[in-house]
């Protein structure tokens, strides 16, 4: 079993900054790709950052050139660097990763971070 533990949202002034970071522990051999999903209110839940075993990263639009997405694999941990912040960016974010396994590949989901971004 593989757990997710999330820290670092909170409540900030549009144009600050905040740092999430996301830990995985448990049996583990591998993890794939590593990203962070938000989910505002009444809204579906939409990928903000994606970073694979390699490095490669992808952003959604909305977020590029503000946002970074990083990773610790000795540590097993992802991390999102949210700068200039907008009070659009209000939402919960998850942390969502993917553990290959013998056969297949599993995906796991933190408990989520609300981040809250004041006008």
């Known amino acids: 079993h593989v757990q997710l533990v999330e820290s670092g949202g909170g409540l900030v002034q549009a144009g600050e900054s905040l740092r999430l970071s996301c830990a995985a522990s ?13 989910q505002a209110p009444g809204k579906q839940r939409d990928l903000v950052a994606r970073i694979t075993s390699g ?3 992808n952003y959604a639009d909305s977020v590029k050139g503000r946002f ?11 991390y999102l660097q949210m700068n200039s912040l907008k009070p659009e960016d209000t939402a919960v974010y998850y942390c ?24």
């Open 26 to 38: 448990g049996s583990i051999s591998k993890i794939n790709a590593m990203g962070w999903y938000r």
């Open 96 to 119: 969502n990763v993917r553990v290959q396994g013998s056969l297949y590949e599993y995906e796991y989901w933190g408990q989520g971070t609300q981040v809250t971004v004041s006008s």
């Open 68 to 78: 970074t997405i990083s990773r610790d694999n000795a540590k097993r941990t992802v």
């Open 55 to 57: 490095g490669s990263t």
